[in-house]
């Protein structure tokens, strides 16, 4: 079993920043992929941003260039900077990791509880 526990989130005026944290405990082996998704109410759940164990990083084209995302592999953390925030970026943030359990080497997928980002206009 894993546990995710985001923190970070909150209000904030356009222009504004916020930096969101996701820390992974429990059985893990491995961590492979770690990321951010969002959601609005009505929509799907939406890629924001995701970086591979090598520190390699994917944007949705929404963010690119005003967020980033970084990991601390030793405290099996992900990190993610918004900068130049819009109302549009208001949602429910969620971090995903993707990994190997210790127990019995199966890969994992888990979902945090969520964090609500609000940019006010």
């Known amino acids: 079993q894993v546990q995710l526990v985001e923190s970070g989130g909150g209000l904030v005026q356009a222009g504004g920043s916020l930096r969101l944290s996701c820390a992974a405990s429990?059985?893990?082996?491995?961590?492979?992929?770690m990321g951010w998704y969002r959601q609005t109410p009505g929509k799907e759940r939406e890629l924001v941003a995701t970086?591979?164990?090598?520190?390699?990083?994917k944007f949705a084209d929404s963010v690119k260039g005003r967020f980033t995302i970084s990991r601390d592999n030793a405290k099996n953390t992900v990190y993610l900077q918004m900068n130049s925030l819009k109302f549009e970026d208001t949602a429910v943030y969620y971090c995903?990791?993707?990994?190997?359990?210790?127990?019995?080497?199966?890969?994992?997928?888990?979902w945090g509880q969520g964090t609500q980002v609000t940019v006010s206009s």
């Open positions: 970086i591979t164990s090598a520190g390699s990083p």
């Open positions: 429990g059985s893990i082996f491995r961590i492979n992929i």
């Open positions: 995903n990791v993707q990994g190997v359990g210790a127990f019995n080497l199966r890969e994992f997928d888990y």
